[in-house]
Nanobody, 126 residues
Framework: QVQVVESGGGLVQAGDSLRVSCAAS????????MAWFRQGPGKEREFVSG????????SYADSVRGRFTISRDIAEKTINLQMNSLKPEDTAVYYC???????????????????WGQGTQVTVSS
């Protein structure tokens, strides 16, 4: 089993920056891809960004490309999401997810991930 736990998040103003992090534990050698998803009020969970754990290749949703940056720390078994130029529409619960599979597509879907964190709230005020 794999456990993932998010940290960071909070309340910021539009234009501000924020970083959320995710720590993985357990059978981490079974992880090939990690990602961030988010779910805003009344919306479905959507893909934000993903990273190949070994190769470090990344992918982003169009809505965040150029503003958000995903990174990993293999030694610490963590991934980070640096969010810049935040907008009110970025307000959501942000979830960290881990997958046993290499996901090559540009856009990831929730059903491709087996392990999920509890989420961390990010609120951007206008």
């Amino acid at each position: 089993q794999v456990q993932v736990v998010e940290s960071g998040g909070g309340l910021v103003q539009a234009g501000d920056s924020l970083r959320v992090s995710c720590a993985a534990s357990g059978r981490t050698n079974s992880i090939y891809t990690m990602a961030w998803f988010r779910q805003g009020p009344g919306k479905e969970r959507e893909f934000v960004s993903g990273i190949n754990w070994n190769a470090g290749t990344t992918s982003y949703a169009d809505s965040v490309r150029g503003r958000f940056t995903i990174s990993r720390d293999i030694a610490e078994k963590t991934i980070n999401l640096q969010m810049n130029s935040l907008k009110p529409e970025d307000t959501a619960v942000y979830y960290c997810a881990a997958s046993r599979y290499i996901i090559r597509s540009t856009y990831h879907t929730p059903d491709q991930y087996q392990y999920w964190g509890q989420g961390t709230q990010v609120t951007v005020s206008s």
